[in-house]
């Protein structure tokens, strides 16, 4: 239906809520009740979430949004540059069950633990 009336249906990446306005909606809802929850009785609690949601206005929606919108134009300019870093490295995943202190090891990665190195020290090759 959407796509019929000229819009297109783009999925948020899980966990992205820079990407997703009803979760900046919901850091501001929270900073405010924080704001006003200290030091307050228990019962005060609902008097002040009302008052939080009621203070989200059309214009804080809207500013969420612009901020959302341009957080994406940011991520469209970096993609092509992060895609290609990304392609000059390898992860290596396996067992490593030497728990010697030995200084000799045949590996030599160079006090790096992580298991990430530039391709080029494999002599690899894009495809």
């Given at each position: ?107 030599d990665d160079g006090g790096n633990l992580s298991g990430v190195r530039p ?9």
């Open positions: 239906m959407l796509e019929a009336h000229g819009h297109k249906v783009v999925r948020l990446p899980p966990y992205h809520c820079d990407l997703n306005p009803i979760e900046l909606i919901w850091s501001v809802l929270k900073r405010r009740i924080a704001e006003k929850n200290v030091g307050q009785e228990a019962n005060k609690i609902v008097q002040i979430t009302e008052e939080a949601f009621a203070s989200i206005t059309k214009e804080v929606w809207q500013n969420e949004c612009e901020h959302v919108i341009k957080v994406e134009e940011k991520y469209y300019t970096a993609g092509p540059v992060i895609d290609n870093e990304m392609d000059k490295f390898i992860i290596e995943v396996g067992d490593d069950t030497d728990t010697s202190d030995d200084d000799d090891d045949d590996d391709l080029d020290e494999h002599n690899y090759s894009k495809k």
